[in-house]
């Protein structure tokens, strides 16, 4: 009994020895130079890696990912990927969220190690949707700073807005509710449209109008988004949503793409029921 006691004593020992833990917070620099935060929590043992991952954190998009990968002591360097999504807050549907693969290495001295390396990210159908680098710290010891890193990356972002606002091809989400329009000077004689329910399918229904003529009627949105091609006319154009039935989780709420050209313009309806909301497409 007491060799058996001794050598669960050593087992229990030798495996909390190998265990190590990991907390680095920081940012994703995308290829475009614009910045995403991000926090790592990661459990290594005898070099497997599980945990997970954080974007977008404290913001209406956060988003929480399983992360699986190896440990490589002889060059103290990680493989790492996003396997799936845990949680997030975002209302975009799944399959349009962008899984990141990292290779990260530790730099500088001891007692101030960063991690550091690149990424690539992939839809779910595996096509590429982003890359760039990561730059990491000890969550411990930047935490006091996080005010400060805050209105450095709203610094960045707002002086990249105010850059290439003219130039960007993806703008704002502008979220619509009852009675709002929302005005858009457009390029080409075409308008593309995409609707969708971006959250679970509850049985929201819609009316879709474009210059009086009905385009969808009573349309139950879902997940699948439904494309519709439409001839402007010079002018004024007016696209008006109603809301013609809630589902079981109010409010009607759809998610509404307008692509002019190679510009695309995403929106968010928010509509209480036979409400509406207006999108002026001038030309």
């Not at 996080?146 to 989400?173: F, G, P």
């Not at 457009?186 to 385009?215: C, F, H, M, P, R």
């Not at 050209?261 to 929106?267: E, F, G, L, Q, V």
Request: charged residues 25%; contains cysteine.
């Amino acid at each position: 009994m007491r060799i058996s006691i001794i050598i669960l004593f050593f087992t229990i020992s030798f495996q909390s020895f190998s265990q190590n833990t990991f907390s680095y917070l920081g940012t994703l620099i995308l290829s475009n130079n614009i910045p995403i935060s991000f926090q790592l929590e990661l459990e290594e043992q005898y070099g497997i890696v599980n945990g997970y991952s954080i974007t977008n954190i404290n913001t209406p998009d956060a988003t929480k990912s399983e992360i699986s990968g190896l440990y490589f002591k002889s060059d103290n360097s990680f493989q790492l990927q996003e396997t799936q999504i845990l949680h997030s807050l975002s209302e975009a549907p799944l399959n349009t969220f962008c899984y990141i693969n990292m290779n990260l290495a530790f730099k500088g001295k001891f007692g101030s190690k960063r991690l550091e390396g690149t990424f690539i990210g992939n839809f779910m159908d595996s096509t590429q949707c982003a890359s760039g680098k990561i730059f990491l710290m000890k969550k411990s010891k930047i935490e006091k700073k996080i005010k400060n890193i805050k209105n450095i990356k709203n610094k960045v972002e707002k002086n990249y807005y105010k850059k290439y606002a003219d130039t960007t091809l993806i703008k704002r989400t502008e979220i619509l509710k009852d009675g709002d329009d929302f005005t858009i000077n457009w390029e080409s004689n075409k308008v593309k449209l995409y609707i969708w329910d971006a959250n679970q399918e509850d049985g929201d229904k819609i009316t879709l109008k474009i210059n009086g003529d009905i385009i969808l009627h009573d349309f139950e949105t879902e997940n699948k988004r439904k494309k519709i091609k439409y001839q402007l006319k010079d002018g004024e154009n007016i696209i008006e949503i109603t809301a013609t039935n809630f589902g079981t989780s109010p409010p009607n709420t759809s998610r509404i793409e307008l692509v002019d050209s190679k510009t695309k313009y995403p929106i968010i309806t928010q509509l209480e029921l036979r409400k509406s909301a207006i999108i002026k497409i001038v030309k």
